[in-house]
């Protein structure tokens, strides 16, 4: 019976060991790499993003600065060219007058308008006279001329402190010599305008 029993035991061992013999041993478990932490990758594709931005950031900047002078120049250029329009204009009278004519008031009203577009002008109106007459009388006449430019541009709706008149009488003629023709273009108010920051 013992020998039976050994028998057994010796059958069950052989057995046992023949099994885990058998079997294919698992592999050691190890741990898989492990991916780049979220930061690392960040730091891996922001870094060559973050380097054009900068290279863009010059560019747009030059852009920016070449747009910027271009509008500056097309501004003075548009502000010259309204101002070269302004001083061109003479408002002429009649002899001895301080009226506005007909012709006179159109022009007044264009010139009006100009400056209700463009705030920031201001003006200043010089009144003439042709050489007849005494020095104080066609001073007090250039004053008056210019005074009624002034007013006119005023019921316009041209703020009075945007101008200022003053009379240059008979010294400051615009045509030389003592014919009718020279007179009359003496007799006359013009601008001369000023930019306001």
């Known amino acids: 019976?013992?020998?039976?029993?050994?028998k057994i035991a010796l059958v069950a061992s052989v057995v046992g060991f023949a099994l885990t013999a058998c079997t294919t041993p698992e592999p050691p478990k190890?741990?898989?790499e492990a991916a780049p932490a979220p930061e690392a990758a960040a730091v891996q594709t922001e870094a060559p993003a973050a380097e054009q931005p900068v290279v863009n950031a010059d560019s747009l900047a030059a852009a920016k600065a070449?747009?910027?002078a271009e509008r500056l120049e097309a501004e003075r250029a548009?502000?010259?060219a309204l101002i070269n329009q302004i001083?061109?204009?003479d408002v002429y009278f009649d002899f001895d007058r301080s009226e506005l004519t007909e012709k006179a008031?159109?022009?007044?009203?264009?010139?009006a308008e100009l400056l209700i577009k463009e705030t920031r002008f201001s003006i200043t109106i010089e009144g003439h006279t042709d050489a007849r007459g005494t020095e104080d009388y066609n001073f007090t006449l250039g004053a008056k001329r210019a005074m009624k430019v002034k007013e006119f541009l005023a019921a316009y709706g041209i703020d009075a402190k945007r101008m200022e008149s003053v009379s240059y009488g008979k010294e400051a003629p615009k045509a030389a010599g003592e014919s009718e023709e020279a007179y009359?273009?003496?007799r006359r108010a013009n601008f001369r305008v000023n930019i306001r920051d």
Request: net charge negative; charged share 35%; hydrophobic share 35%.
């Open 105 to 111: 008031k159109e022009l007044l009203a264009q010139v």
């Open 30 to 32: 190890t741990e898989p």
């Open 78 to 80: 548009r502000l010259e």
């Open 184 to 186: 009359s273009q003496n």
């Open 1 to 6: 019976m013992m020998n039976k029993l050994f």
């Open 66 to 68: 070449k747009e910027e």
């Open 87 to 89: 001083m061109s204009e």
